[in-house]
């Protein structure tokens, strides 16, 4: 499957973006997804995964409440709602695919087999 994420962009403290992953290549409903960060000089890190019917989700601490994943499997894409930004939400944020049992949400970035280019957020003050 191949992932194309969009919708980064400059935003203020405070301010909301979504972003988006269109997949193509395969049947999309079959992978669990997730979307992951690096800011500069950090590791990669988990933000939230999905599983393949979206019915189970999970979310690294640092973004529940504010960051909401979400899917339409009709529409082959994966969305991420990202309120309440802050600039320690910046980094390149990519999506990923594991091809996986069902209803699982993976949380370790080897698990997932497919990975997008990443679309870059900034968060001024």
């Known amino acids: 499957v191949q ?7 400059l935003v203020q403290a405070g301010g909301s973006l979504r972003l988006s992953c ?3 290549g395969d049947t999309f409903s079959r992978y669990a ?5 690096q800011a500069p000089g950090k590791e990669r ?3 939230t995964s999905i599983s393949q019917r979206g019915t189970r989700t999970y979310y690294a601490d640092s973004v529940k409440g ?3 994943i979400s899917r339409d499997n009709a529409k082959n894409t ?6 309440s930004l802050t600039p320690d939400d910046t980094a390149v944020y990519y999506c990923a695919a594991d091809d996986t049992i ?5 949380i370790r970035s080897y698990e997932y087999d497919y990975w997008g280019q990443g679309t870059q957020v900034t968060v001024s003050s």
């Open 3 to 9: 992932l194309q994420a969009s919708g980064g962009g």
């Open 22 to 24: 269109a997949a193509s």
């Open 33 to 37: 997804m997730g979307w992951f960060r």
């Open 45 to 47: 890190e988990l933000v």
């Open 66 to 68: 504010r960051f909401t």
């Open 78 to 83: 994966l969305y991420l709602r990202m309120n």
């Open 102 to 106: 069902a209803g699982v949400t993976p």
